[in-house]
């Protein structure tokens, strides 16, 4: 972890502006408060960057954008969809206010949460490469975005003390094959969307949902989708892998 807290402050101290990239659909979780911290004691701009933002309603983005702008500038992006990558540009440009040279972009965050694709999205080329896997970006990379911006393209910010596996899951920086509690890990996912968009989770596994718990839930599924041993039980690992899986790639949407 000392080798991540001396890149983060490298990259603070030599970068004219800082962007915390976040997941839109965990975007409290996905921020780092002693990047924020740090950031904040060198009195440089700060701009929140909330990424795959075609994965959560318009309603969840502006809220989200209207209580974390009291923090910080704050723009959705949607890599994917070309959504908010022009504004990006605008707001670097204004927060920095440095003319005659070069701005130089420091882009922080946790693992998987779209940093290399936002930058690709603002370069308008895929200049940087990009993965769907966590921990892509190997080391750091300057990445040119016109005649005016670069960037400073890090690896992941895993956070210091971190061991939360359900969150890892939830995040996507371990996938179902490296998880060990894989029916954990399918009930947070669950849980979260039953309490943020609870209609989204039934339309998208056609289940009706009633006072279930979230184990009975995730049985449910299962039946639904047929995973089944050879005793006619529900297979509740099949049909966790099924949902986390779903859940990392963009498929199931709250």
């Not at 039934?202 to 718990?213: D, L, R, S």
């Amino acid at each position: 972890m000392a080798n991540y807290k001396l890149m983060v402050q490298d990259v603070i101290k030599k970068a004219d502006v800082l962007l915390e990239v976040v997941d839109a659909r965990f975007p409290d979780e996905t921020r780092n408060s002693e990047v924020e911290r740090n950031v904040k004691r060198s009195r440089k701009p700060l701009i929140i960057v909330l990424s795959k933002c075609d994965l959560v309603s318009k309603e969840t983005l502006e809220k989200s954008k209207s209580r974390l702008s009291k923090i910080a500038p704050t723009v959705f992006v949607s890599s994917k969809e070309r959504y908010g990558t022009t504004m990006l540009r605008h707001k670097i440009l204004e927060v920095a206010d440095i003319q005659g040279r070069e701005i130089l972009i420091g882009c922080l965050g946790y693992p998987n949460t779209g940093k290399s694709s936002v930058i690709n999205g603002v370069v308008g080329k895929g200049k940087t490469s990009t993965s769907s896997i966590s921990g892509h970006t190997k080391g750091v990379q300057l990445v040119k975005a016109g005649s005016r911006i670069v960037f400073i393209d890090t690896p992941g910010v895993i956070p210091f003390d971190e061991n939360d596996e359900y969150r890892q899951g939830l995040l996507g920086v371990k996938d179902a094959t490296h998880l060990s509690d894989l029916e954990g890990v399918a009930m947070k996912i669950i849980e979260n969307a039953c309490e943020k968009n609870k209609p989204a989770l039934e339309e998208f596994y056609k289940v009706e949902i009633g006072n279930e718990n979230v184990y009975e839930i995730l049985e449910l599924i299962g039946l639904k989708l047929n995973y089944l041993k050879k005793k006619g039980e529900i297979d509740e690992i099949r049909a966790a892998v099924r949902i986390i899986n779903d859940w990392q790639q963009g498929k199931l949407l709250i």
